[in-house]
């Protein structure tokens, strides 16, 4: 079992920066592939990136690919987002979330959710 809990949301001006941080408790935390989604309003969740147990391999949406970067401390059991070059298009409810597969976390699927945080992106 693992628990996620995130902070780091806010409101932003366009071309601002953000880091989300996703504090996870529970055993095995660096054999779980972690990564982020988020749902805009009136739309479903999408994927945003993802990080392999080993964070060898990282993996983003194309939407936020060369803006956003993923990154873990597994000493810390921390996981992070740090999103520069925000748009409005950014804005919405972002998660944190674990698999034990990192193949089916790019696919879109997550064994453990965190709760969301509010990313609002004025222009």
């Known amino acids: 079992q693992v628990q996620l809990v995130v902070s780091g949301g806010g409101l932003v001006q366009a071309g601002g920066s953000l880091r989300l941080s996703c504090a996870a408790s529970?055993?095995?935390?660096?054999?779980?592939?972690m990564g982020w989604f988020r749902q805009a309003p009136g739309k479903g969740r999408e994927f945003v990136s993802a990080?392999?147990?080993?964070?060898?391999?990282?993996n983003y949406a194309d939407s936020v690919k060369g803006r956003f970067t993923i990154s873990r401390d597994d000493a810390k059991n921390l996981l992070f987002l740090q999103m520069n070059r925000l748009d409005p298009e950014d804005t919405a409810v972002y998660y944190c979330?674990?698999?034990?597969?990192?193949?089916?976390?790019?696919?879109?699927?997550?064994?453990?959710w965190g709760q969301g945080t509010q990313v609002t992106v004025s222009s």
């Open positions: 979330a674990a698999h034990w597969d990192y193949g089916s976390m790019v696919g879109g699927s997550a064994d453990y």
């Open positions: 529970g055993r095995s935390f660096s054999r779980y592939a």
């Open positions: 990080i392999a147990w080993s964070g060898t391999s990282t």
